[in-house]
């Protein structure tokens, strides 16, 4: 994927959240988030986790914003994606 259709997915999604447009901007991260996992970018995994987990704060939506945050830190401290994939093998 080129660097600039990936910015425009980003911006896209960027400017839904600032526009308080959170039910558009979960969209885009969701499509986002599966997209990545199909690439195996397992680090962009875990950060668009991150920014699903804000939206839902953003929306007070904290119980949904906490379990988006656990599985983004799940990856990055253990070592694995949301499904359960290893960043690096032994």
């Given at each position: 994927m080129s660097s600039l259709i990936r910015k425009r997915r980003f911006n896209r999604r960027k400017?839904?959240?600032h526009q308080d447009n959170y039910a558009q901007a979960l969209d885009y991260h969701k499509k986002e988030l599966r997209l990545q996992e199909d690439l195996g970018n397992k680090i962009e995994v875990a950060i668009v986790l991150?920014?699903?987990?804000?939206?839902?704060e953003y929306e007070s939506d904290y119980a949904q914003a906490l379990k988006y945050r656990k599985m983004a830190l799940g990856g990055f401290v253990y070592g694995q994606s949301a499904?359960?994939?290893e960043f690096m093998e032994s």
């Amino acid at each position: 994927m080129s660097s600039l259709i990936r910015k425009r997915r980003f911006n896209r999604r960027k400017i839904y959240t600032h526009q308080d447009n959170y039910a558009q901007a979960l969209d885009y991260h969701k499509k986002e988030l599966r997209l990545q996992e199909d690439l195996g970018n397992k680090i962009e995994v875990a950060i668009v986790l991150l920014n699903i987990g804000n939206i839902y704060e953003y929306e007070s939506d904290y119980a949904q914003a906490l379990k988006y945050r656990k599985m983004a830190l799940g990856g990055f401290v253990y070592g694995q994606s949301a499904c359960g994939s290893e960043f690096m093998e032994s």
